[in-house]
């Protein structure tokens, strides 16, 4: 009997696929590094993933007594037919908050978190288009599929 023998590439791909806490840093990490270099991190930011939720995909608070940022992930986004780009998207929008300064110690730029677009522009200025063009057409097909 021949016995069945895991290649190493084949491990190292099973690992990439596990959607984790950790894997959630390594792309803020990405994304902070690469899209918001200018953007100083002035306080701990953290990030993990949250309960199933379907309509709220990320989150960001500010803890009134550590000062600390949290980072919430739709624990939706562990299952890996969720394009990483959709993962990528959530956690980018997030970090437009903390950089216009909401649930973040920084200078609030906006009235509203969402006003006007700023995300969309933000995201657009920071050489992110491909992830807005992503989410739109997933958004697309996923409300269609809420009904
Ligand atoms: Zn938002």
């Not at 792309?27 to 709220?56: A, C, E, M």
């Not at 990320?58 to 780009?85: A, C, H, V």
């Not at 959530?90 to 300064?101: D, K, P, V």
Request: aromatic share 10%; with cysteine; proline share 3%.
């Amino acid at each position: 009997m021949r016995k069945l023998k895991i290649s190493k590439r084949l491990s190292e791909s099973l690992y990439k696929s596990i959607r984790d806490d950790k894997w959630l840093l390594s792309r803020l990490d990405h994304l902070w590094t690469n899209y918001f270099g200018s953007v100083k991190q002035v306080n701990p930011v953290f990030i993990k993933f949250g309960r199933h939720s379907r309509l709220r995909l990320g989150s960001i608070r500010l803890d009134s007594i550590n000062k600390n940022s949290y980072i919430t992930i739709t624990g939706m986004f562990k299952d890996p037919r969720i394009p990483q780009e959709i993962v990528d998207h959530t956690i980018a929008h997030e970090l437009c908050h903390y950089a216009h300064g909401f649930s973040s110690p920084k200078t609030r730029l906006h009235k509203y978190p969402h006003h006007g677009g700023v995300i969309k522009k933000e995201l657009e200025a920071r050489s992110l288009h491909h992830l807005v063009v992503a989410y739109a057409g997933w958004v697309k097909q996923y409300k269609r599929n809420l009904r």
